[in-house]
């Protein structure tokens, strides 16, 4: 009886649930469509241009911004293909099918990024535009430190030539106005890693993502880890190049709201029967989130 009247007691006495904040609206007619919301709406997908939809945001607007740019036109040249000598020929593999990403466009955004965070910006780079963003730093944010993905079961350097990479490489930028791990108010820098390494290991994603996606998938328990590390849950996660759309999935996995910008209609339609799956799947098989 005493148990019961206290659970009557506190379901007349409990404090009305704060509202969740609604998701901004980026779309832009013409430019920037919406063509996936979740059943809760703590997840959209919108097809068009990165930069455009990124404008809409009000600075800080995120908790992180965690992405996957595509190539640098150099690394592009060197990964499109690989060439195998044969007896009389040498036939040619097509490793990459998504088109490069230039210089500017890489800078414009990582520092519209940066703008929108609140704190932390991640994104997988190449050596090229990691190596311009420590000469010439980016607006907004600083680079804290760059951080590696090291595939435990890497390709192998297909020219023999030369050792293979085995890793990729992270950006890990912060919003301006840090010294000596501070922010601009005073607070500390803060993250859920306290003083681990920023080295992940972790085998490449094989058979995730959708058929007919970008190459270039990462691994949902990695981008799922990053995410637990670098923001908290119910924060905003966005990602301007959603790719496969393993950003949205980690977020909706580890309770976070998430939004996903892809310029490719084909994969933005590749990514939605993804979320429509992964979401489906959750429900029936609730998954706790982890700090």
């Known amino acids: 009886m005493i148990a019961l009247a206290l659970a009557a007691y506190a379901r007349t006495h ?4 704060a509202a969740e904040p609604a998701l901004p609206y980026l779309g832009i007619a013409g430019e920037v469509d919406l063509v996936w919301t979740s059943a809760d709406r703590r997840i959209q997908l919108y097809c068009g241009d990165a930069l455009a939809a990124l404008d809409r945001l009000d600075d800080a607007a995120a908790g992180l911004v965690l992405t996957d740019p595509p190539f640098s036109e150099r690394t592009h040249r060197g990964a499109r293909t690989r060439k195998r000598q044969g007896k009389k020929q040498q036939r040619a593999a097509t490793m990459i099918t998504f088109a490069a990403a230039g210089d500017g466009f890489i800078r414009s955004l990582l520092e519209e990024c940066a703008r929108v965070s609140s704190a932390w910006t991640l994104a997988f780079l190449d050596r090229h535009p990691v190596g311009l963003c420590e000469l010439e730093p980016i607006a907004c944010a600083r680079l804290v430190r760059v951080g ?23 950006g890990i930028f912060h919003r301006d106005g840090l010294r000596l791990g501070r922010r601009a108010d005073g607070t500390p820098m803060r993250w859920n890693g306290k003083g681990a390494q920023a080295v992940w290991t972790y085998p490449t994603a094989r058979g995730e993502g959708f058929e007919g996606g970008p190459e270039t998938v990462k691994p949902l328990a990695l981008v ?14 966005i990602d301007p190049c959603a790719g496969s759309g ?5 977020a909706h996995l580890e309770g976070r709201r998430a939004i996903g910008i892809e310029l490719s209609p084909a994969y933005a339609r590749g990514i939605a029967g993804r979320l429509t799956r992964a979401t489906a799947q959750q429900d029936l098989f609730p998954v706790r989130s982890a700090r």
Not at 228 to 234: E, I, T
Not at 246 to 250: C, N, S, V, Y
């Open 224 to 237: 799922r880890e990053l995410i637990r590390l670098f923001s908290d849950p119910d924060d905003l996660v």
């Open 246 to 250: 393993t950003t949205l999935e980690a």
């Open 148 to 170: 590696s993905w090291i595939k435990s079961n890497g390709a192998p350097q297909f020219t023999g030539d030369r050792p293979a990479e085995g890793q990729d490489r992270i």
């Open 14 to 17: 409990a404090r009305p649930a």
